[in-house]
C-alpha cells in the first residue's frame, strides 16, 4: 500500500511539473514584424493565400503592426487588411474601416476555461472579451463559446523553438459540446489552424497548408497543428526561402547585429554562442 501511495505521488508530482512547465513557457508574440502566413487549398501553387506585417501605424494613440492581403503566385492584389497587435497575452486586431479592436485570440485561457465567439466582422472572425455584448446573426444572439480541452508543447523541427498549442471545443449556451464540430487548434504567436484571421473554425482537414516565416526563416508547417512536425510530410515549405544571414531572437524578431552570447536563430537553425 506504501509503495503504491508512493507511486502515486511520484507520478502526480511529474504531472504538475509538466504542466508548469508548459503555463510558464515565454509567451510568443504574434506581431512580429515581417511574419508571413502562407495558406495553400489544395495541391495546385496558384492557390496561395498570404498575410503579411508590413510596417506598423498608430491607432487610437497605440502602435499596432499593418496586415496585407495578397495572392502570392504570382504576388498581385496587395492590399492592407486589418492592424494586430499583442496585449499581454491576447491578441487583437482592428479590420480595414473600423476603429474597433476585437479580441482574435486570448493566449492567457487555461485548460476549462471559455471565451465567447463573435461572428463575422468586417474581415474576420472575432472572440469577444469578458463583459462585451455576444453579437447577433441573422437577428439572434450569438451564443456559441470556445472551451479549451489541452494546452500542449510542441517543437517546431526547423528552428527548435517551443510553442503552446491549445486545442478547443464549440460549445453552445450550456456548454454542451457541438455535435460534428472538429477540434479547434490556436498555436501562440502564430494562430489558428484554420486561418490566421479565424480563431473560431475548426481544424480543417487535409488539402489545406499552413505555413509561417518570418523574414526568411522558416517558423512552421501545418503539421504542428496535427501531430509533432516531420519535414518530409505534407505541409513542409514547398516554395522556395533563400537562406539568409539574418539573425532573430528566440520570439522570431530580427536582431540589428549578431549577439555576443546567448541563443539565437540563423539560417533557419538555432545557434548558440
Do not use: H
Amino acid at each position: 500500500m506504501k509503495t503504491k501511495l508512493q507511486f502515486a505521488s511520484v507520478l502526480y508530482a511529474i504531472c504538475t511539473l509538466a504542466q508548469a512547465q508548459t503555463s510558464q513557457l515565454e509567451y510568443r508574440p504574434f506581431a512580429v514584424g515581417e511574419k508571413v502566413w502562407e495558406t495553400q487549398i489544395g495541391g495546385i501553387k496558384e492557390n496561395l493565400y498570404c498575410y503579411k506585417i508590413d510596417g506598423d501605424t498608430i491607432l487610437n494613440g497605440e502602435t499596432w503592426q499593418k496586415v496585407y492581403s495578397y495572392i502570392a503566385w504570382p504576388q498581385f492584389n496587395y492590399n492592407y487588411f486589418a492592424a494586430v497587435r499583442d496585449v499581454g497575452n491576447k491578441v487583437y486586431a482592428i479590420a480595414k474601416g473600423s476603429n474597433k479592436p476585437r479580441l482574435l485570440y486570448n493566449f492567457d485561457l487555461k485548460v476549462g476555461n471559455t471565451v465567447k465567439c463573435g461572428v463575422e466582422g468586417t474581415n474576420f472572425g472575432c472572440l469577444l472579451d469578458p463583459g462585451e455584448k455576444p453579437d447577433t446573426l441573422f437577428g439572434f444572439p450569438f451564443k456559441n463559446s470556445l472551451r479549451v480541452e489541452k494546452i500542449d508543447t510542441i517543437n517546431s523541427s526547423y528552428t527548435g523553438m517551443e510553442y503552446r498549442r491549445f486545442t478547443l471545443k464549440l460549445v453552445d449556451a450550456y456548454d454542451i459540446r457541438v455535435g460534428g464540430i472538429d477540434d479547434i487548434v490556436w498555436i501562440e504567436g502564430i494562430g489558428s489552424g484554420a486561418g490566421v484571421f479565424s480563431p473560431w473554425q475548426p481544424l480543417p482537414r487535409k488539402g489545406f497548408i499552413q505555413r509561417c516565416y518570418v523574414g526568411d526563416t522558416y517558423i512552421f508547417g501545418q503539421t504542428l497543428y496535427y501531430e509533432e512536425e516531420d519535414p518530409s510530410v505534407v505541409g513542409s515549405p514547398q516554395t522556395a526561402k533563400k537562406k539568409s544571414s539574418a539573425i532573430y531572437d528566440m520570439d522570431g524578431r530580427q536582431l540589428p547585429k549578431i549577439p555576443q552570447k546567448g541563443i539565437y536563430i540563423q539560417d533557419n537553425k538555432k545557434v548558440m554562442r
